[in-house]
């Protein structure tokens, strides 16, 4: 092994955690080769480097190919995930006091639950313990994450005006004056008011009374 002063041993560890994955790994097997004759053990105790991270480096320069890194299996597992029960217990709680958006512009869904709301029905309704249950802002993330927002749950409103609105008053007017040149013909007015689902709103569009 190469005499190096601590200086520069010093400059090393700073060069290597500049870089990142396939780079990071190829300087320090290039190190390695170079200031421990190759040996892992070696370059594990000078340097400080990872045992594994040092072979997998020199797998690759002897390979010549590249490891793929899964950056996205990092990190801990988002709550919902981890159990797929939770989000479950969470949908059965909040669907009950749910509607989609009421203009339906988006696929929202809209619930007047808050994030305590919801942690209190999953102590009390589904029997979790509030020690494996996530903080108030956390429960918030979760909601947002599921696609509900919080919102006032709006009343049902009757469409003021479809699409078809104008050609249905033009085709009736035009009835209309053909009947008035028929003797025969005996005009009845008949106001009616025609139902139009607008979407799953809670309730069914009415009041909770």
């Known amino acids: 092994m190469d005499a190096v002063p601590e200086r520069y041993e010093a400059l090393l560890c700073s060069a290597a955690r500049r870089l990142t994955g396939a780079k990071h790994r190829s300087f320090i097997a290039e190190v390695t080769e170079s200031l421990c004759d190759g040996n892992v053990r070696r370059a594990e105790r000078r340097f400080g480097w990872g045992r594994e991270t040092i072979q997998k480096g020199l797998h690759e320069r002897r390979t010549g190919l590249r490891c793929v890194e899964n950056f996205a299996a990092r990190g801990r597992p988002r709550w919902e995930t981890e159990n797929p029960q939770r989000a479950i217990d969470i949908r059965e709680i909040v669907e009950p006091r749910t509607q989609v958006d009421p203009e339906l512009k988006s696929a929202r869904r809209y619930t007047n639950m808050s994030a305590a709301e919801v942690l209190e029905s999953l102590r009390e309704q589904k029997h979790y313990r509030t020690e494996d249950l ?76």
Do not use: C, W
Not at 165 to 179: G, L, P, Y
């Open 134 to 209: 996530p903080s108030e802002r956390s429960m918030r993330d979760i909601l947002n994450r599921m696609n509900y927002r919080l919102k006032r749950i709006q009343k049902g409103k009757p469409l003021k005006k479809t699409k078809d609105t104008d050609a249905i008053f033009a085709n009736v007017r035009a009835v209309h004056e053909q009947s008035r040149l028929e003797p025969d013909t005996l005009e009845i007015s008949v106001d009616t008011k025609a139902k139009v689902s607008l979407g799953e709103y809670s309730r069914g569009g009415k009041k909770p009374d």
